[in-house]
């Protein structure tokens, strides 16, 4: 089945330890997001690729990076967590602006 | 400044009955409206959508109202059923810019009672 697949689903770290998250897609969509979302509220937009293009938003910290390798590979940086950093993390990809199609989410606590 | 409101953090509706989660938005820009459903622990999964051009669209049990002149959407559930009990996501697509991310209200808890 054609799929979003987060890896790993449950990641904890330290306080200012760089942590990495994944994003892979079988679907060979062109546009791979990341979203945060915190107890309680709504998923946030952090970036998205369109293609090979990097789209940051506008108030997205600087501790947060993204690299996209390949179509099928998107990944989440996070260069010094801080416990405010502790989330759900969500990929979500979809082709040019339709449906956006979203993995299982990787939950990130933070120590 | 929300531009897209869940008013409703949670609704809880007997077995059989309708279901009805309501989503109100500021932004006239906003072209397409799409509901997820969220299971614990699970990524958003998308539900139904409606474009802007529309007022109604329908899915089986699931029937979504858009009224432009109000702002306002709802998702109508019919018959509801114990595993429709997940927390439901309001999202708009904004037809400006080249991103055309999605803006998301925060959610209501639909509990549906056996």
């Avoid at chain 2, 929300?2 to 509706?13: D, F």
């Avoid at chain 2, 959508?49 to 089986?60: A, L, P, V, W």
């Avoid at chain 2, 009224?67 to 509801?80: D, E, G, Q, R, Y």
């Avoid at chain 2, 055309?100 to 808890?109: D, I, Y």
């Amino acid at each position: 089945d054609a799929m979003v697949i987060q890896n790993p689903r449950y990641q904890v770290t330290q306080f200012g330890k760089p942590v990495t998250l994944s994003c892979s897609q079988t679907l060979n969509h062109n546009v791979m997001y990341w979203y945060q979302q915190k107890s309680s509220q709504a998923p946030k937009l952090l970036f998205h690729y369109y293609d090979k293009d990097f789209n940051n938003e506008a108030d997205t910290p600087d501790n947060f990076q993204s690299r996209r390798p390949n179509t099928s590979f998107c990944f989440l940086d996070i260069r010094s967590p801080g416990l405010g950093d502790a989330a759900m993390y969500l990929c979500a990809t979809s082709v040019a602006q339709e449906t956006q199609y979203f993995g299982p989410g990787t939950r990130l606590l933070v120590l | 400044d929300q531009q897209v409101k869940q008013n409703s953090p949670s609704l809880s509706v007997q077995e059989g009955r309708i279901s009805i989660l309501n989503c109100d938005y500021t932004n006239s820009m906003f072209d397409y409206f799409l509901w997820y459903k969220k299971y614990p622990a699970e990524g958003p999964t998308f539900l139904i959508s409606i474009s802007s051009i529309k007022d109604k669209n329908e899915d089986g049990r699931f029937t979504v109202f858009l009224n432009k002149s109000a702002k306002h959407l709802s998702l109508h559930i019919v018959p509801s059923q114990p595993g429709d009990s997940a927390v439901y996501f309001c999202a708009a697509r904004d037809k400006s810019g080249s991103a055309r991310q999605l803006t998301f209200g925060s959610g209501t808890q639909l509990t549906v009672l056996p």
